[in-house]
């Protein structure tokens, strides 16, 4: 394609001439009409238009497409040409060089190349079709990848897709298609698709292991014969989303089909069910990848049997199996992404261990401000002091009232303390929140179910204590007074650091699937940190909540 890039004036666009021809028919316009005439006869201007014409009219004739596809046979009926030369001029030999330098020979291969469009995957031909007396096959082709194909002793990353024996026939099928891999994306193999031939071997009388063989032993492409499973065809990928509750490995699971096809995740992790067709192994990708093949994760089903197996044989938690069988056994909870809502800020739900320094938290995140920060005034049954004003220290109401409200379920917690009544309702928390602060409460950790609630939606957050050698240290050096004795003001005793852990560890157990963050209280100013930082997330980010919240 040729361009002049120095166009004299009868080398001009037409377009732009007759342009430039009515600018010069307007009567002098200042400054503006100056600056569009010295640019419509600029010759770098011109020269753009040239090229822009030339690309077009290419795109309209659709002339893009080469000349020749053998570029470099071409060349090599130069260089006999060139062997008939008698007497060689300078240009000859330069001629000469030129052609036979690696650099310029690689990109006429490369030209050729590209010319018979010699970069596509060289499949090799089908076999003709079976006659009609024959079983109904099917033939599917595929490259070869980095990606999990195995049954259930061994695995090797093949094209996507585990093999198994069938109980019954006792003949190769496909156990699943992973989700987003070769298999998935080529749409031909489906779960229960019988495998006669790989390669052009039979698989008749062999093991998985033996399949497996094969297929890591074949490069480039693998050709399957198959034997459709007539209605089992591919299944929409699902749109659910959960938060893992529990740490998961598959290289140390021996009971995963296919360790290489295993999917990996943290507790609170959020991952996309994309199959649950498998009553115990679900398709999951980890919510956010850019992964698009799933790997395989236990189902609920399966996990909670192994949780319930370990709490039963585990004697350390043997005195605890009572409580877990009133319990959520946490495996996975579906979630969805609640966005925030102008003016109404979740609560946000300080629980601990007693003497973990809760309390001092949400007294201190309170003080950075106290109009955006607020704590519900707790009810008590108990008679008010002249020092004391109503709605303002305590809601004093009579015994009986309380009693009755808390029969009704108004409270979200509640207890008696020396003959008297104490507690929260949830219509306080309610209040607060329809007025666009942020209620920030630490309750007993025996509240948490009447709090995570579609009608309150909490943000909880766990404050646990660090390891037990450094409470002792940090308390002692802060002069920390005891929360176990409200009668005199005291240190801890050593007991009392012991009941800590115990108590931190018992509710991490028990209830650690609510929790949606952990704060270690090592040292204060670094907690209310973290916390300041959390409590910005409520108020400004879409946050993973339990699906029925959102519903």
């Not at 790989?198 to 008749?204: H, K, L, M, Q, T």
Request: proline share 6%.
């Amino acid at each position: 394609m040729y361009v002049n890039m120095d166009p004299t004036p009868e080398h001009w666009d037409p377009a732009l001439t007759r342009l430039l021809a009515s600018l010069k028919e307007v009567q002098p316009g200042g400054e503006d009409v100056a600056f569009l005439s010295e640019l419509l006869q600029s010759k770098q201007l011109h020269a753009l238009v040239q090229v822009h014409n030339k690309i077009v009219a290419k795109g309209k004739d659709d002339k893009f497409y080469p000349l020749l596809s053998n570029a470099m046979q071409v060349t090599l009926e130069v260089f006999e040409l060139f062997g008939e030369v008698v007497s060689a001029s300078k240009d000859y030999e330069e001629l000469l060089g030129l052609l036979q330098k690696p650099h310029f020979q690689a990109i006429l291969c490369t030209h050729d190349a590209v010319a018979q469009k010699d970069y596509y995957p060289h499949l090799p031909d089908v076999p003709p079709e079976l006659d009609d007396e024959e079983e109904t096959v099917k033939i599917v082709q595929l490259v070869k990848s980095d990606e999990p194909l195995g049954g259930a002793q061994s695995a090797e990353p093949i094209v996507g897709a585990t093999i198994k024996t069938d109980e019954e026939t006792g003949k190769i099928v496909i156990a699943r298609v992973m989700h987003g891999g070769a298999a998935d994306r080529s749409g031909l193999i489906h779960a229960g698709d019988e495998v006669i031939e790989v390669n052009g071997i039979s698989v008749e009388n062999k093991t998985p292991a033996d399949v497996l063989a094969i297929l890591q032993s074949s490069e480039g492409t693998i050709t399957f014969k198959l034997v459709p499973s007539f209605g089992k065809g591919g299944s929409r990928e699902s749109k659910v989303r959960v938060r893992a509750l529990f740490n998961y490995n598959s290289s140390e699971d021996p009971y995963i089909p296919c360790k290489e096809a295993g999917l990996d995740f943290k507790k609170g992790d959020v991952l996309h069910i994309v199959s649950q067709d498998d009553a115990y192994w679900w398709q999951a990708r980890r919510e956010g990848d850019r992964v698009m093949r799933a790997g395989l994760i236990p189902s609920r089903a399966l996990q909670e049997g192994r949780i319930i197996h370990e709490r039963q044989s585990d004697p350390q938690t043997m005195d605890e199996n009572d409580d877990f069988d009133r319990e959520m056994i946490p495996t996975y909870e579906e979630v969805a992404r609640l966005y925030p809502r102008p003016g109404l800020v979740r609560p946000i739900v300080l629980v601990g261990a007693p003497g973990v320094g809760r309390n001092e938290l949400r007294r201190r995140l309170i003080a950075t401000d106290p109009e955006k920060y607020v704590t519900p005034i707790p009810f008590t049954s108990r008679p008010q002091k002249s020092s004391e004003q109503n709605g303002k220290d305590y809601m004093f109401v009579s015994r009986e009232k309380m009693e009755q409200d808390i029969s009704e379920g108004k409270f979200i917690e509640h207890g008696e303390y020396k003959g008297n009544l104490y507690g929260t309702t949830a219509e306080s928390v309610e209040t607060i929140i329809n007025s666009g602060r942020v209620c920030v409460i630490s309750p007993h950790w025996q509240a948490l179910k009447m709090l995570r609630t579609p009608r309150l939606r909490p943000y909880i957050v766990f404050i646990r204590p660090p390891t037990h050698e450094r409470l002792i240290e940090t308390r002692t050096a802060a002069n920390a007074r005891s929360t176990f004795d409200k009668e005199s003001s005291r240190a801890f005793s050593e007991e009392e650091f012991s009941d800590i852990m115990r108590s931190s560890n018992r509710i991490n157990f028990l209830y650690g699937y609510m929790f949606d963050e952990e704060i270690i209280n090592d040292d204060l100013a670094s907690a209310l940190t973290q916390l300041l930082k959390a409590a910005w997330r409520v108020q400004s980010e879409p946050l993973w909540v339990p699906a029925s919240w959102v519903q």
